[in-house]
């Protein structure tokens, strides 16, 4: 689970910005906390903010990290520095990551001159009790330098890191935790004290989900015969009009003629690699745009299956397929899984959750995923303008943080807590009537209005 992420120097962030799910001191919806003896964690967390405040630059830290890990730099990355400040591009940009892993505090961070390219440093450690915090590793790659901490007790686990460690601590072009998470399962299973750092890369390939309002949260993997029935209520509670969804088998050629070639020979070729490694089960892979969505299938005789869903409304016999669906219905099928079981244990990021929702909709979907959380340790991060989810009163005030930009225009991050509001102050008045600056788009009336006037002026003439 997610505690904290630190990150500095980056898009619109300037100084070292910390997001936090620690809990704090509210005490109602008390059930929906992660509790044990080292923490006390939120399970959801609303980020508010005006028009171009910093929620998705927030979001699109998270995805950085997420990229160099897992993959590489993204592309643009030179240029996603605090360029407010033009001296910032031969500044370090710095991103750190706390998480509860098998109940330990573990600390992952790096630094990384984004101009260039070059991972400047990276360091693992475990944040103890007793402030004596262990460290698994640290690497300087200007100066070459790669060290073992005290964390392992085995001297073979240490050997062994130190060695790989060494072989890469010049390399400035990537991350020592990508490096270790390639090719090195029998090492692994050779050395279980070093799981430790396969159980942080798989929190970043398997936990964290990241969706913007333009792209998907995994892909509906949750879609099966198994819980189409589950899945049809769940629409039909929300107001969509759906009462049956089935799964249908789709030419070859009729996907032919709705995807690209060149993603179409992608996806057989991805499969085919795969089969190389499971002969005889079947591989699926997923293929998905705004509203399209099919499976593919080679089966255990190597033949090629594709499907898609299709939704019946009032009358069952007639079934819509997806691209025939408004966009708020796509829009909650891309945001349901948060409400199945298949989100357990992950932390899910949703930028602009509202998008092409009913208020009535957004809420209703925060409060159901709230209900769950009280027996699930799923994390929710939302960003959202949608007001009217303080106006319900559903979210503790630790669930709920507010992003403003300061007077250098960078993004700053203000829990709600850190406003002290009195305990009978209702936080929607207080964002209306100045309680909490600078949380409300600003705007000047008397520029608008003399715009106006000119406007008027011409069409006069």
């Not at 400047?120 to 590793?137: A, F, G, I, P, V």
């Not at 989900?209 to 333009?214: D, E, K, L, Q, V």
């Not at 099966?224 to 050629?253: C, F, M, Y």
């Not at 507010?402 to 929607?428: H, M, W």
Request: charged share 30%.
């Amino acid at each position: 689970m997610l505690i904290n992420f630190t990150v500095s120097n980056f898009l619109s962030f300037d100084e070292k910005q910390t997001f936090s799910m620690e809990g704090g001191k509210a005490r109602k919806h008390s059930k929906r906390l992660y509790k044990d003896s080292h923490v006390k964690l939120t399970k959801c967390k609303a980020v508010f903010g005006a028009n171009a405040s910093g929620k998705s630059n927030l979001t699109k830290a998270f995805e950085f990290v997420q990229d160099i890990i897992l993959d590489k730099m993204p592309i643009g990355f030179t240029t996603k520095y605090f360029r407010l400040k033009p001296n910032n591009q031969e500044l370090p940009s710095t991103f750190e990551v706390e998480l509860l892993l098998s109940r330990k505090r573990i600390v992952y961070g790096f630094s990384v001159l984004l101009k260039t390219g070059i991972i400047l440093e990276e360091y693992l450690y475990e944040k103890t009790s007793d402030c004596t915090n262990k460290n698994l590793y640290n690497r300087n790659t200007a100066d070459s330098i790669f060290t073992v901490g005290d964390y392992f007790r085995k001297s073979s686990s240490k050997e062994k890191l130190l060695t790989y460690g060494e072989d890469s601590s010049s390399d400035a072009e990537i991350l020592f935790l990508s490096i270790i998470n390639h090719g090195k399962s029998k090492m692994y299973e050779d050395n279980p004290e070093l799981k430790i750092l396969q159980d942080i890369y798989r929190w970043f390939s398997r936990s964290l989900n990241i969706s913007y309002p333009n792209s998907i949260i995994t892909g509906y993997p949750y879609f099966s015969n198994s819980n189409l029935n589950e899945i049809a209520k769940l629409l039909n509670a929300l107001g969509t009009g759906i009462s049956d969804l089935r799964i249908v088998t789709v030419p070859q050629d009729v996907i032919k003629s709705r995807v690209p070639e060149d993603v179409y020979d992608k996806v057989l070729s991805d499969l085919e690699r795969k089969k190389t490694k499971l002969p005889n089960k079947p591989i699926t892979c997923m293929l998905r745009s705004y509203k399209e969505f099919y499976t593919f299938e080679l089966n255990e005789n190597n033949e090629l299956i594709i499907k898609t869903i299709e939704f019946s409304h009032e009358k069952e016999s007639i079934y819509f397929s997806l691209n025939e669906e408004s966009d708020g219905t796509a829009r909650i099928l891309d945001l349901i899984e948060i409400l199945l079981k298949i989100s357990d244990n992950k932390t899910l990021i949703i930028d602009e959750i509202d998008r092409c929702l009913h208020p009535v909709i957004t809420t209703r979907i925060i409060e159901l995923f709230l209900k769950i959380a009280e027996e699930r340790n799923t994390q929710l991060i939302i960003t959202s303008h949608e007001s009217r989810l303080l106006a319900t009163e559903i979210l503790r005030n630790d669930e709920i943080c507010f992003i403003v930009k300061n007077k250098d225009g960078a993004s700053t991050l203000n829990p709600l807590e850190c406003y002290q509001l009195r305990a009978d102050k209702k936080i929607y008045a207080a964002m209306f009537d100045g309680t909490l600056p600078d949380v409300l788009p600003a705007y000047d009336s008397d520029k608008m209005e003399n715009i106006l006037k000119d406007d008027r002026a011409v069409l006069r003439l």
